[in-house]
C-alpha cells in the first residue's frame, strides 16, 4: 500500500538555525498538509498545500515557515530560524480529495537546542 | 474556534474486554468523523470514519457510533488485544471545502494481557 514518507527522521539542529522536513505524498494524492504535535498534547494544524500554493494555515505558521512543492514529488517544511518551542514532531500527510481520511507519514522529531 | 475533546486521557481494559473511547466536537456543521491510531513513534494510522448520514458504522473488530444530537462520536473496539495498544483520537472536518480536518487530544488505551 502507497505510503507517505517523511526524512529525516530526527533532526537536532542548534536554535537560530534553518531546517528543512522533507515529505513524499502518495503519488496521485492532491492535498498536502503538515502537522505539529508537541510531546503528550494533539495534532495541531500548520498548513494545507493544493494546487501549488497554500491553501490554509494556522496561527502557529507565521513568517518563519514557509512550504515548497519542488517538484512532481517532494513537499517540503522549512523553519528559517528555529526556536526552542518548535521542538515537536512534524507531521506529513495526503490526500486524494475532499471527505477522505488523510494518510500520514511516521514523522519528524525536530529537537532544537 | 473548533474544539475536539475527549473524554478520558487514559483507558485500560484487560485481553479480550471491548473498548470504548468517546469523543466530544463542538461544530455542528462537522459532517466528516475520523478516528485515528497512533502507536510510539509513529503517525496516525487511518481506522475508521462516518459521515454525518450515518450514526453507525462497522469495521472489521472497530464500532464507530455518532450521536449528532449531542455532538458526540464513540469508537468500540471488540475483544481488545495487545496490539490495541496506542493513542486513539478523534477527528472532524467541519469544511468539506479546504479539507482541513480538527484533533482530539487522544486517549491512551493500554491492554492489560
Known amino acids: 500500500e502507497p505510503e507517505v514518507t517523511q526524512t529525516p527522521s530526527h533532526q537536532v539542529t542548534q536554535m537560530g538555525q534553518e531546517v528543512i522536513l522533507r515529505c513524499v505524498p502518495i503519488s496521485n494524492h492532491l492535498y498536502f498538509y503538515w502537522y505539529r504535535q508537541i510531546l503528550g498534547q494533539k495534532v495541531e494544524f500548520l498548513v494545507s498545500f493544493y494546487n501549488n500554493e497554500i491553501s490554509e494555515k494556522s496561527e502557529i505558521f507565521d513568517d518563519q515557515f514557509s512550504v515548497e512543492r519542488p517538484d512532481g514529488s517532494n513537499f517540503t517544511l522549512k523553519i528559517r530560524s528555529t526556536k526552542l518551542e518548535d521542538s515537536a514532531m512534524y507531521f506529513c500527510?495526503?490526500?486524494?480529495?475532499?471527505?477522505?481520511?488523510?494518510?500520514f507519514g511516521d514523522g519528524t522529531r525536530l529537537s532544537i537546542l | 474556534g473548533e474544539s475536539v475533546g475527549l473524554h478520558l486521557p487514559t483507558l485500560s481494559v484487560q485481553e479480550g474486554d471491548n473498548s470504548i473511547i468517546n469523543c466530544a466536537y463542538s461544530?455542528?456543521?462537522?459532517?466528516?468523523f475520523i478516528w485515528y491510531k497512533q502507536e510510539s513513534g509513529k503517525g496516525p494510522q487511518f481506522i475508521i470514519d462516518?459521515?454525518?448520514?450515518?450514526d453507525k458504522r462497522q469495521g472489521q473488530r472497530v464500532t464507530v457510533l455518532l450521536n449528532k444530537t449531542v455532538k458526540h462520536l464513540s469508537l468500540q473496539i471488540a475483544a481488545t488485544q495487545p496490539g490495541d495498544s496506542a493513542v486513539y483520537f478523534c477527528?472532524?472536518?467541519?469544511?468539506?471545502?479546504?479539507?482541513?480536518?480538527?484533533f482530539g487530544t487522544g486517549t491512551s488505551l493500554t491492554v492489560i494481557p
Open positions: 500527510a495526503s490526500v486524494r480529495g475532499g471527505n477522505q481520511p488523510q494518510h
Open positions: 461544530n455542528s456543521a462537522s459532517d466528516y
Open positions: 462516518i459521515r454525518s448520514n450515518m
Open positions: 477527528a472532524d472536518l467541519p469544511h468539506v471545502s479546504n479539507n482541513q480536518f480538527y
